[in-house]
């Protein structure tokens, strides 16, 4: 067993289920999506990036890539929130942009778990 392989998809994954279990809920609604969630996600996917650092093969980008594109979505998201909590008020529309971010970022999550997955399965033993 690689253990390095075990901590990677142990983060890909996590990262993937954290923005998942924000994205879940109602879209237009405070009370369904959590900002320590939001944070968690962010974290954790900021991890799973700088694990995939390291790989040289093609498959290695594509993983980064899809784990920037998350990143990049999900701190978007982070950074509407912020704005709108300190300058504006959180509202319904802000809210549903601040949802479809972290769905963006979770898209980008599920290919990169697609990939890793069938990268592994295509790995020889």
Not at 8 to 17: E, K, N, P
Not at 39 to 65: E, H, R, W, Y
Not at 80 to 103: N, R
């Amino acid at each position: 067993m690689n253990l390095d392989k075990v901590i990677s998809g142990f983060f890909i994954i996590l990262a993937m289920t954290i923005n998942f279990g924000f994205f879940y809920g109602d879209m237009h609604s405070l009370e369904a999506h959590s900002k320590y969630e939001l944070f968690a996600a962010i974290i954790i996917n900021i991890i799973a990036t700088t694990l995939k650092l390291g790989d040289k093969t093609q498959m290695g980008s594509v993983l980064l890539a899809t784990s920037l594109v998350a990143d990049i979505q999900l701190i978007a998201a982070a950074i509407v929130w912020t704005v709108a909590a300190y300058v504006f008020v959180v509202d319904a529309e802000i809210m549903g942009i601040i949802v479809s971010l972290s769905g963006g970022a979770l898209l980008a999550n599920i290919v990169s778990v697609a990939l890793y997955v069938g990268d592994t399965l295509k790995s020889k033993r």
